[in-house]
């Protein structure tokens, strides 16, 4: 059987989205998993299927005759047209979000709300599982790939900085909760003089090292010791690279942890002080002392 993977928007939620693959795999080891994603979060998914361009102006219908899968899953609901296509291409079974035409053009449609839940956001894609009853129970940690050139690649990167390094997201392109560039300058501060050198690694207008392509960009953060930031796709890639991870986390149910926090086996998460205010420079309330004892957790090697 042949899945088809629409995730068409952010790169943390490509990387969300990852469960879905491992549990069909899980449970249908000879099916193929492919994805359907926007060119710049094609390079993430290097070694874990086989990856299609979604491209504006594109004949979506064509392509996915092409393709010719069983199924079509749209795990992210803003793309709608991926429906649509799919039921003009005859593919069997297409499943959706109730948004928009997708109600009727879908065969199976999930209904069920999402905020304040308390569910995480790579639970609540596994309910696209449910024709098949694979849906349900907690996922696999996402998981990222990087061979061992691209690993040396990245110690190369970073050669020049002391260690403890420690990894950096300043801010997130989304909506997502994120400090100020003010608190930002008083919390590396803070780190430097605890005996760590941080490095910004994203956003690139912020970093100090030349640019690097996505790849490169894994590569950097798996070369960090620790890696720090707010709700933001860098972050929950560093939990796919299982690097030890401290996130900074609003207080809002959809923007907490309960929906949003990395899910790997190494993550804290930090969140601000209430009252709630996500957008409105709550997370500047956080004191970047209380950053300090997260970091030296997760910096101590395993057992």
């Known amino acids: 059987m042949r899945f088809l993977l629409g995730r068409t928007d952010a790169l943390g939620d490509v990387v ?14 000879e099916a193929e998993v492919h994805w359907l994603v926007r060119p710049y979060a094609a390079p993430l998914l290097r070694g874990l299927g086989t990856v299609h361009l979604r491209e504006d102006g594109q004949d979506l219908a064509a392509l996915l005759r092409a393709i010719a899968p069983d199924a079509v899953l749209n795990l992210g609901h803003r793309d ?16 959706a979000r109730s948004r928009g035409r997708q109600i009727w053009e879908a065969t199976h449609v999930l209904w069920n709300g999402r905020n304040g839940t308390g ?18 129970g907690w996922p696999a940690p996402p998981r990222l790939v990087l061979d061992a ?15 403890p390094r420690l990894g950096v997201a300043t801010r997130s392109s989304g909506s997502s909760a994120y400090p100020s560039a003010a608190w930002w300058d008083r919390a590396l501060a803070v780190v ?33 010791d620790v890696f720090l930031g707010p709700s933001t796709g860098p972050t929950q890639i560093a939990g796919a690279l299982d690097v030890p991870t401290l996130a900074l986390m609003g207080l809002t149910s959809n923007r907490g942890p309960s929906r949003w926090a990395p899910l790997g086996r190494r993550v804290q998460v930090l ?6 205010a996500d957008l409105s420079g709550g997370m500047d309330r956080l004191d970047p002392r209380d950053l300090l004892p997260h970091l030296a957790r997760l910096a101590q090697p395993e057992a």
């Open 192 to 224: 430097r003089e605890a005996g760590w050198t941080p490095v910004i690694l994203s956003p690139p207008e912020d970093a100090p090292l030349p640019p690097a392509d996505l790849r490169g960009l894994l590569a950097r953060i798996a070369a960090c």
């Open 271 to 276: 969140q601000y002080p209430p009252p709630e």
């Open 149 to 163: 050139a691209e690993r040396e690649r990245g110690r190369a990167d970073l050669a020049h900085l002391p260690r």
């Open 119 to 136: 569910r995480p956001e790579a639970m609540n894609v596994l309910d696209f599982l449910k024709p098949w009853g694979w849906e349900g």
């Open 16 to 29: 969300i989205s990852l469960p879905v693959r491992e549990r069909i795999l899980s449970r249908m080891p």
């Open 80 to 95: 709608q047209a991926i429906i649509t296509a799919a039921r003009a291409a005859g593919v069997p079974v297409r499943v």
